[in-house]
């Protein structure tokens, strides 16, 4: 080994410059470094001793950074089965939603097949209304059975009646009835 700078014992080391002036006292100082140009080299001795100073620091760190590794391995195996439970709920929610999404797609055509059709049926019902009012009401005399007239005739003979019996009530008499 022969003389080295501090970064060169740093970068060798795998510590920075300063860790290593805080490390080592004025008195180490004078010892292991001396001064050649504008720069401080460390001779043998000292290197070794440095060296020792960051050794314990060094194993320290690798099992500090091994039981965090192994504590993130750990993790990540959690984290793994949990996203893969997310990720398989949200497949189904998914799936569920295009299901629901096809329906009001057949619900939604359905119905603009009925609008349509019920528009054609209102186009032609005024085509044939414009045509002639005469052949219409013939029509609609045909059409009603007398089933039909029985009902209306019936309706209407209520309502006369209701409105005979309201004339001779009083006003008060009319609106406080219970019938």
Not at 7 to 16: N, P, Q, W
Not at 119 to 127: A, S, T
């Amino acid at each position: 080994m022969s003389k080295k700078t501090i970064k060169e014992l740093a970068e060798e080391i795998g510590v920075s410059k300063t860790a290593i002036s805080k490390k080592v006292t004025e008195k180490q100082k004078k010892t292991w470094f001396a001064k050649i140009g504008n720069q401080f080299v460390i001779n043998e001795e000292g290197q070794k001793a440095i060296r020792a100073m960051f050794e314990p620091v060094k194993n320290n760190q690798s099992q500090t950074q091994s039981q965090t590794s192994w504590r993130n391995n750990a993790n990540q195996v959690g984290d793994l089965e949990f996203y893969q439970k997310q990720l398989l709920a949200k497949d189904g929610q998914i799936d569920m939603l295009q299901k629901l999404l096809k329906d009001q797609q057949n619900l939604l055509d359905q119905q603009q097949r009925l609008t349509l059709q019920t528009n054609k049926q209102i186009e032609q019902l005024q085509l044939e209304f414009s045509k002639s009012p005469a052949e219409n009401s013939n029509k609609k005399e045909e059409i009603a059975n007398p089933d039909m007239q029985n009902v209306a005739n019936a309706a209407s003979k209520e309502k006369t009646d209701i409105d005979t019996l309201q004339t001779k009530k009083g006003f008060f008499s009319r609106l406080f009835s219970n019938d």
